[in-house]
């Protein structure tokens, strides 16, 4: 939904350049409910917001789409029904897992399309087979509920693809690859793609550690300046970045901000007002960054399983919330030193809140 925010101009997005303070900050305690639990050993990854209010979840440990279709309680819109039905939308061939989910937008009547990473990745080594990233394409707009996904590309140049999102109405979407350090541009309709930037802020570390770099990564609209942001993630690095762009040329507009440093982070969301809502995989927690760069709250905690190594976040829609998020059940890091789950799907309850996901 990112567009639909830049066209109403709604977003207004306000950075600064301070560096982030330390110290404790105050945690929320939202109600957080699981909607859909996968069985022990599933990796949840990512996930998109359907029109219909209905959630596109990505596994990572197997090569599956799958839909959660969220219950509210009509009388008061909360809580959400324990657990919403689930079904497989596609299993990929030729991968071992998907990595990132968006909304594409090719056109303004183009609302139910779905660009889709798939990769072969070892969860044990946390590394991919050489040239095994592809882009799909998932069409769920037929009147007929009907499933039809084609290959956009596949990117052999690329290292690991792993976050994909929106970039304009021309159909175009930016790829994150977390090995290289790099952006792609890919074209879902003349399926031609491109890098689009390459930067040290997006690099894993050089020496021993995790070798995933780049991660989440939104663009995001400033309507005060009419400025074009890519907002992104580094995993192994444990930064968020922030760059002003031009959407055409690939070139940046800006000097690189460092939004927040010392965050670990893998997916993030961001806010109406600007603030920044970092999944913390291997801390089970979410991290709210605010506009000054500074850390304001935090949901979950280490050795809580409510939000057990929780990977990416959305929210409901352009107006309200809850957040949700998608888990991998705390296998990179066991909750309390011993205990994992299935990955699963939950709802946040954070309302009055939303922005792009
Ligand atoms: C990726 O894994 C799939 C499924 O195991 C396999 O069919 C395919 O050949 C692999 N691709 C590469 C590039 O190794
Ligand atoms: C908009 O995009 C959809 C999906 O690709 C396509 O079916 C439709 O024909 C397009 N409409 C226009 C006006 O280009
Ligand atoms: C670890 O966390 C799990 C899940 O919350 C809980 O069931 C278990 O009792 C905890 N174990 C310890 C040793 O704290
Ligand atoms: C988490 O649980 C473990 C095992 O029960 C305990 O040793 C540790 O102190 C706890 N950590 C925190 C931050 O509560």
Redesign the pocket.
């Known amino acids: 939904m990112k567009l639909v925010h830049a066209l109403i101009g709604a977003l207004y997005v306000s950075f600064a350049h301070g560096m982030p303070v330390s110290g404790s900050p105050p945690s929320l305690n939202p109600a957080i409910n699981t909607l859909h639990q996968f069985p022990k050993g599933a990796w949840v990854e990512n996930l998109a917001v359907r029109q219909n209010g209905a959630l596109l979840v990505t596994r990572l440990d197997v090569p599956e789409l799958w839909e959660i279709e969220p219950v509210f309680d009509p009388l008061n819109s909360n809580p959400l029904h324990p657990s919403g039905s689930a079904r497989l939308i596609y299993r990929f061939p030729g991968a071992t897992g998907l990595m990132g989910v968006a909304t594409v937008n090719a056109n303004a009547s183009d609302h139910d399309r779905y660009a889709v990473t798939a990769v072969n990745f070892s969860l044990t080594t946390f590394t991919a087979t050489p040239s095994s990233s592809s882009v799909w394409l998932v069409d769920l707009s037929s009147k007929k509920n009907e499933v039809h996904v084609e290959k956009i590309a596949d990117i052999p140049e690329a290292g690991v693809l792993s976050d994909i999102t929106n970039l304009d109405i021309l159909g175009n979407m930016l790829v994150a690859d977390s090995t290289a350090g790099c952006i792609w541009k890919l074209n879902v309709n003349t399926k031609a793609y491109s890098r689009f930037l390459c930067d040290d802020t997006m690099k894993p570390l050089p020496a021993d550690g995790l070798p995933v770099g780049l991660n989440g990564m939104k663009v995001v609209y400033d309507g005060q300046s009419n400025t074009w942001y890519t907002y992104y993630a580094n995993t192994a690095k444990q930064t968020l970045t922030s760059v002003a762009i031009n959407r055409v040329s690939g070139t940046t507009n800006s000097g690189f901000n460092q939004l927040a440093a010392n965050i670990i982070v893998d997916d993030f969301a961001v806010d109406f007002a600007g603030k920044i809502w970092a999944a913390g995989n291997p801390s089970n927690t979410v991290t709210v960054i605010g506009k000054d760069n500074k850390v304001e709250s935090v949901i979950g905690s280490k050795?809580?399983?409510a939000l057990a190594g929780i990977t990416a976040l959305a929210w409901r829609s352009r107006t309200d919330g809850p957040l949700y998020g998608t888990t991998c059940g705390g296998v990179m890091a066991p909750?309390?030193?011993?205990?994992t789950e299935g990955g699963k799907v939950v709802a946040i309850h954070v309302w009055g809140l939303a922005g792009v996901n």
């Open positions: 050795n809580s399983s909750v309390n030193g011993t205990f």
